[in-house]
Antibody
Framework: EVQLEESGGGLVQPGGSLRLSCAAS????????MYWVRQAPGKGLEHVSA????????YYANSVKGRFTISRDNSKNTLYLQMGSLRPEDMAVYYC??????????????WGQGTLVTVSS | QSALTQPRSVSGSPGQSVTISCTGT?????????VSWYQQLPGKAPKLMIY???KRPSGVPDRFSGSKSGNTASLTISGLQAEDEADYYC??????????FGGGTKLTVL
């Protein structure tokens, strides 16, 4: 069974940093591009970042470019999102998701349960 | 790239059928057969209901079906049940990042 489990969310002050992790199991992690998708309170889904199978290629939404860094450790089956210079508008539930056709940018199939990031002083 | 266009809300009575539309362009919905639909219950993660326009993952009831015509994809739920009340999102392969989502549709079962 495919499972994705995020962790690392919490309350952070504006300008602060946070590192999200996503532990994957039930599939060959290194065979899939992976995504971070966020959902602000009461809003829709936004594709924030993506990373290729071996981590050699990455994508960032303009809203987070230069502030967030996506990475992966295929030996640990784990996806990361390092978030810096956080702004109130970054407050959202962050979901880890798997590309449905391996190499992206296809719609995701499996999603984690999400981790809430609150940016407030 | 702009978000795909979905109606903000739809409603139907138990047993009826409802259809949710998702309109894009020939660069996303119309250009590829890679449209997915997700159901999101309150406080929960999105769940895949339809992929590749019309394919159902294992475990999804056959009351859920997907189709596409031109630049518009559709999700049809037949035999509406109370537990179908949720937000529904479409998503399309766009040729290059980012993956594009629709704005979401709130389904109310009357």
């Amino acid at each position: 069974e495919v499972q994705l489990e995020e962790s690392g969310g919490g309350l952070v002050q504006p300008g602060g940093s946070l590192r999200l992790s996503c532990a994957a199991s039930g599939f060959i992690f290194s065979n899939y591009a992976m995504y971070w998708v966020r959902q602000a309170p009461g809003k829709g889904l936004e594709h924030v970042s993506a990373i290729s199978l071996n981590g050699g290629s990455t994508y960032y939404a303009n809203s987070v470019k230069g502030r967030f860094t996506i990475s992966r450790d295929n030996s640990k089956n784990t996806l990361y999102l390092q978030m810096g210079s956080l702004r109130p508008e970054d407050m959202a539930v962050y979901y880890c998701a798997r590309d449905s056709h391996n190499s992206g940018p296809y719609p995701p199939d499996y999603w984690g349960q999400g981790t809430l990031v609150t940016v407030s002083s | 790239q702009s978000a795909l266009t979905q109606p903000r809300s739809v409603s139907g009575s138990p047993g009826q059928s409802v259809t949710i539309s998702c309109t894009g362009t020939n660069s996303d919905v119309g250009g590829y057969n890679y449209v997915s639909w997700y159901q999101q219950l309150p406080g929960k993660a999105p769940k895949l209901m339809i992929y590749d326009v019309s394919k159902r993952p294992s475990g999804v009831p056959d009351r859920f079906s997907g189709s596409k015509s031109g630049n518009t994809a559709s999700l049809t739920i037949s035999g509406l049940q109370a537990e179908d009340e949720a937000d529904y999102y479409c998503c399309s392969y766009p040729g290059s990042y980012p993956v594009i989502f629709g704005g979401g549709t709130k389904l109310t079962v009357l």
